[in-house]
């Protein structure tokens, strides 16, 4: 069965610093990975996703993320962020495309 | 012209009731899913729809039901509400053919039991 852990429930940083969110999965088959966002009270948005290739995937807002099959992790980072990337992040994984199984999220708390 | 649309938002009800939330996607996919998110914000799949047939039921009470009445449509009725049963329960929609994984989410339906 596949699994995702994201050790992390909160982590506070301040304005235009780098921040990095882990991401660590369980899976005996391939998998599709994805880092989502939710900002509060409304639904999930893609921030980005691994199917192949290339192991260093960029997605929206400045954001991308490393798969590492050697160590099973997929973790999030962005550079400088941002008070409006205030919000709640979560991993998931799907092997081959069907059922989307979420990690219990990270709260990116970005401070001034 | 929002893709994955549920109503209500917003809802309040007492124990015992039995209250409906209805989904629409228009985006032209053909899966459809029902998630539900607990007040620690875990995320965990109920049921999903392929062109209005049942794929995915996941370990849930049998007092929800789910309906499909076509591959646009995706509703979900609770009977006998519990106090246990609030939580956030959001629609999603997935693409066919590429089988990529993503999906595509509505905002959310906030159920409330008193």
């Known amino acids: 069965a596949q699994s995702v852990t994201q050790l992390d429930s909160q982590v506070p940083v301040f304005e235009e610093a780098p921040v990095e969110l882990r991401c660590n999965y369980s899976s005996s088959v391939s998998v599709y990975l994805f880092w989502y966002v939710q900002y509060p009270n409304q639904g999930l948005q893609l921030l980005l996703k691994y199917l192949s290739g290339s192991t260093l995937v960029k997605g929206i807002n400045g954001f991308e993320a490393e798969f590492n099959k050697s160590q099973t992790s997929f973790h999030l980072r962005k550079p400088s962020v941002h008070i409006s990337d205030t919000a709640e992040y979560f991993c998931?994984?799907?092997?081959?495309?069907?059922?989307?199984?979420f990690g219990s999220g990270t709260r990116l708390l970005v401070r001034p | 012209d929002t893709a994955v649309s549920q109503t209500p938002k917003y809802l309040v009800t007492q124990m015992g009731n039995d209250k409906s939330i209805k989904c629409e996607q228009n985006l032209g996919h053909d899966t459809m899913y029902w998630y539900k998110q607990d007040s620690k914000k875990f995320l965990k799949i109920m049921f999903s729809y392929n062109n209005k047939e049942l794929i995915i039921n996941e370990t849930v009470p049998n007092r929800f039901s789910p309906k499909s009445p076509d591959k646009a449509h995706l509703n979900l009725h609770i009977n006998s509400l519990e106090l246990g049963d609030s939580a956030v329960y959001f629609c999603?929609?997935?693409?066919?053919?590429?089988?990529?994984?993503?999906?595509?989410f509505g905002e959310g339906s906030r159920l409330t039991v008193l």
């Open positions: 999603a929609s997935r693409p066919d053919g590429l089988h990529t994984g993503e999906l595509f």
């Open positions: 998931a994984v799907t092997p081959g495309g069907g059922k989307l199984i």
